[in-house]
């Protein structure tokens, strides 16, 4: 039997014994077992494929396969056969990160080769290797892997999740990669083929505080302006900022092709929740610039190892650009399909505390708080559960702060974060709660917030609540949403 065939009847195995307490109805998840990273966003044949870094054996993170879904709305996903395994001479012990290409007509991964020279030190290399396949479902590594065997010479050996995209006759390539010193850099590939790279050389750099290795990086023009998306490891924590382990941010600025000078600003965090890392965008046949990101985060409590499986990605999101050169992301049009039952709730009632009734799971929110003439000290969304278990949203109108607390719903270490929203006149919450995730999106995506949530089986209902004063709510709507697994 070969390596894919033994991957897919492990995970067949796996899937049987998966306990549903946690699963999400709505979100990109294996069958069964550990996955990370989404890689290899594509349109190709018309379809939405998504791959993630998968390892089909156990729920913990190990040798690296890519995992497989495919969509025709970006919302209803169906599994396929697992894509790659590692275990030949380019990818020894890992198919890690990386994207895909329709090469005219084929499909093409590009993904980065994971070689121990000594697992116990953690001593490994890595290199950059294509895999192609013409139905979209089974691929081929080609014979001329690796296509880039090694790193420049003043590099670390830190050298991953190559993004490709293609900008006139050439393909470009960014590659995540460390100085000898240990800092953080991306840096840049031109190719007529695919197959042989030239190495131009470094995108962006950072410095002793942005880290020591930028993860998953993505390029791509937006509006005029060229964002950088990176995953940097080992940025400290500053109050508010930077307070999961590892980070996703983007720098934004300008790209000139020609001398591959990359004017940009600092360094700003994408989603201020716990659960967000090593995005990854698409540009779709519609010119939509889409990113998902992996929503767990590395080291944290993953209570779903018990259950058989660990790791989702995010909803897909539509990333704009805003005033100030804001990224902005806000879920892709198409998740209204998710939409079952709609309660149109509370319509300009001026209340400091109202419960509504639901036991439902998997959830849409909008919420729209008047904030002219308010004289609450905050305002908010409480999802309540049994037993105390809470998750509450509050913006606080003097600080001009939105915080996420967690710590009554499965993160009871560590569990709040925080991130500054100007809402002056309004604030608009648009909340999905799936069994065990709760994305946030505020005004209009002037701040994200993702989390993973732990709580009992048991919801009791959504609560709006105003302290200090009364608030006018000028909407309250909620659906229940679709399981889209069942
Ligand atoms: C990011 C990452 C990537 C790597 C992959 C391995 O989460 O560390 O840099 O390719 O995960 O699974």
Same mark, same amino acid.
């Given at each position: ?331 892709? $049009? *198409?998740?209204? %399909? ?6 149109? =709730? /509370?319509?300009?009632?001026? +209340?400091? #505390? ?34 105390? $278990? *809470?998750?509450? %949203? ?6 001009? =702060? /939105?915080?996420?607390?967690? +710590?009554? #719903? ?77």
């Amino acid at each position: 039997m070969n390596k894919l065939q033994q991957a897919q009847e492990a995970l067949d195995t796996a899937r049987e014994g998966v306990n549903n307490r946690y699963r999400l109805g709505y979100h990109i998840m294996a069958p069964a077992n550990w996955i990370n990273d989404p890689n290899g966003l594509v349109q190709y044949k018309g379809e939405y494929h998504v791959f993630y870094q998968h390892h089909p054996y156990d729920e913990n993170w190990g040798p690296m396969h890519w995992g497989h879904v495919k969509s025709k709305d970006l919302v209803h996903w169906e599994h396929l056969p697992i894509a790659l395994a590692p275990g030949d001479a380019c990818d020894t012990n890992g198919c890690f990160s990386g994207s895909a290409v329709d090469n005219d007509g084929e499909l093409t991964l590009i993904y980065t080769g994971h070689h121990y020279v000594d697992k116990e030190k953690d001593l490994f290399y890595q290199n950059q290797n294509l895999a192609v396949s013409t139905d979209g479902l089974t691929f081929h590594k080609v014979a001329e892997n690796p296509v880039i065997p090694k790193p420049p010479t003043d590099s670390s050996h830190h050298f991953r999740d190559p993004k490709v995209w293609k900008h006139k006759d050439s393909w470009y390539m960014v590659v995540g990669n460390s100085t000898k010193e240990n800092v953080g850099r991306v840096i840049l590939y031109r190719s007529p083929d695919l197959r042989k790279w030239s190495y131009i050389g470094v995108l962006a750099q950072g410095n002793e505080k942005l880290g020591f290795m930028w993860e998953c990086p993505d390029f791509f023009e937006l509006d005029g302006k060229y964002v950088l998306m990176i995953s940097p490891q080992g940025i400290k924590k500053d109050g508010d900022l930077y307070n999961n382990l590892f980070q996703t941010g983007y720098l934004i600025g300008d790209y000139n092709y020609e001398t591959n000078e990359f004017m940009h600003g600092s360094f700003n965090e994408l989603d201020n929740g716990h659960d967000f890392y090593a995005v990854q965008t698409l540009l779709d046949e519609k010119g939509r610039r889409i990113a998902i990101g992996w929503m767990d985060m590395w080291e944290s409590d993953m209570p779903t190892k018990e259950d058989g499986w660990c790791g989702a990605l995010t909803l897909p999101r539509e990333v704009t650009l805003g005033e100030n050169d804001k990224v902005l992301m806000n879920p892709v $049009e *198409e998740l209204n %399909l998710l939409r079952e039952v709609e309660h149109n =709730t /509370l319509t300009n009632v001026i +209340s400091n #505390s109202h419960l509504i009734e639901t036991n439902d799971d998997l959830l849409e929110i909008k919420a729209v708080f008047d904030l002219t003439n308010c004289n609450a000290q905050s305002v908010g969304i409480r999802i309540r559960g049994v037993n105390q $278990e *809470e998750t509450v %949203l509050t913006y606080h109108l003097d600080k001009q =702060t /939105l915080k996420l607390d967690c +710590s009554k #719903s499965g993160k009871a270490e560590d569990g709040v974060r925080n991130t500054i929203l100007r809402a002056n006149q309004e604030l608009s919450l648009r909340i999905f709660i799936d069994r065990s995730s709760i994305e946030v999106f505020a005004n209009e995506g002037q701040a994200t917030m993702t989390s993973r949530i732990y709580p009992s089986e048991d919801r009791l209902g959504i609560e709006v609540f105003a302290d200090g004063e009364d608030v006018r709510v000028k909407e309250l709507t909620y659906w229940k949403l679709k399981d889209i697994w069942k």
